[in-house]
């Protein structure tokens, strides 16, 4: 890979790699030795590196005794250098298994102003943005086939170029603003890697003004072991674990034994990453649902459901006691309960229900079942049940949400829970677990739907905006949305998420203004879906210019007096302070104590 200063160093400074698990459990992948790992989109915090040839898994075990847990590989562009035999899916569920986390890279169209001779490159023809896309069909279809399941990060690699070249950088920012939507579309984080200077100075011009890339790695050879600090990209941008730094350039290096040739990083974003060895399974294993069983009925066995459009499903009796589940033959759903939650011999049944429900504010499609649970005794309808049943939707695409109905007719949104019980007083509560599914609870039988839910929250109304002790207060009113209560709000700085607020608050606080220019503040919803709101009405802060009475050059004293009045005129009040106090200093110290202003 390129960067901004063709240094090299000897041996890369030794960095502390602690992966954190932060993403979505998305596939199985199954190694050469037989053994079958849990992949995911990880959070990753440590050293890496990367280099033309994927190294082997021989190569990369004797590197576990150097600092590096995370290595970057090329899958795939019309431009990658190498060839990479040993990239196949043995070769990362091998890696993966060992403890690496991967960084999948696709070198792709590189700038038509590009200095480097025999590289192919993004038309000028108003097509970049198609370019773009196709690209990522491309890296995503690599990666599948890889075994890289979606929810993980795809890096776009684009080599520096000029830096004074607008409609070279427009070209750039065409392309990647169509990679980013394409990768998107198919499910995969978008990433971008480049010059500090050129590549990702461009993608800060994306930010605001279309979708920018999920996560930047970002090329400046200046030895700097960190993902902050770089001249050209301020720290307010990709500030939420979303940062690659390569620090240094083409340079070998020794471990275990064994030299290569590698480029050095510092991360601290999303990777790819593993979450353990277990032995591969002969058929594949559904994903548990929510409440473990402690036992089955005594001479039962749990019979699989299927849709009653082909055939009746074989109800599960089940004793007073004991708990069992039920599993639907395509395996998109299943029941479980526990002992005690019926007071008598029953029948559980789950049939996928159809036709499926039209709910108002969400759309069409999506997946339903029917939950009856039915007396032995009497083949009456059992309505209610004692503790909560937990039912298991496997992961269906796009954002979805949780609807129910007692009657098949009249449908409610079944309300997130905070916690992993029912709220006093609730009849269902759901969760959305780290893998995409949906685990519900219900005391009551019926019609339970996942429905594609494309409305946003409503737009939260500001309801004031004030300084208070140097902090900006913002307060509004809560906003409401189809599926129930609001997941939670975001603050944006220049349209930019910069803090998390929870669904409860309706106020927050934030000091992070922009030192010499303005700040402009929104506040926005989000749904259990992912949905965000139309946001707020802006708040701007300014900084308030310097008092022009103050003299440029401020004596010790005034310092001391300041803080002093600070703390309360705690203590001697400062000796070398005048006792007649210059008007000026009041002005300043006003000044100091409030430098920014609503504009």
Known sequence: ME???????????????AALVAGTIAAAVTGGMGASIRVQASLYSGGAFDTCTVPSNATLNAWLAGPYRGVGIYIGGVNRACANTNLTPTWLANTLASGWNVIPTYVGLQAPCTTVKKLATIAVDGTAGTQGTAAAVDAAARAAALGIPTGSPIYLDIEGYPLNNPSCSQVVEAFAAGWVTGLHARGY??????????????????AGVTTPPDAVWIANWNDVTSVYGDKYIADGYWATHQRLHQYAGDHKETWGGVTITIDSNVVDGPVLGATGIAPAPTVPLPT???????????GTTPAPVTAPTTTTPTPTPSASTPGGSVMA???ESSVTWTAGTFQQPVLVTLSHATPEPVVAGFGTGGYSVQLTVTQNATSAPLSTFAAPVGLHFVKIPGASAPVYSTNGTTWKPVAQMAGTTL?????????????????????????FALLPDPTPPTQPKLLSARFSHGELVLRWAKSSDNSGAVAGYQ???????????????SSTTTRAFHPSALSVYRVAAVDASGNLST???????????????????????SWQLHRWIGEGRSGARPATAPTATPAWFWTWAAWRDAPFRLK
């Open 3 to 17: 960067a901004e200063r063709p240094s090299r160093v000897r041996r890369a400074a030794q960095l502390v790699a």
């Open 189 to 206: 984080i978008a990433g971008v890697y480049g010059s500090a200077a050129s590549t990702i100075r461009d993608m800060v011009a994306l």
């Open 288 to 298: 548990p649902p929510l409440a473990t069983p402690t036992g089955a009925a005594a």
């Open 329 to 331: 033959t395509d395996s």
């Open 423 to 447: 709220a006093t007083g609730a009849k269902t509560g759901y969760l959305k677990e780290p893998d995409g599914s949906i685990d519900v609870r219900t005391t009551v039988a019926g019609w």
């Open 491 to 505: 603050l944006l700085l220049d349209g930019k998420r910069t803090a998390d607020i929870a669904a409860t608050a």
């Open 535 to 557: 946001p707020s009405t802006p708040v701007v802060v300014e900084p308030s210019p310097r008092p022009a009475t103050v003299p440029a050059a401020l004596p010790a004293w």
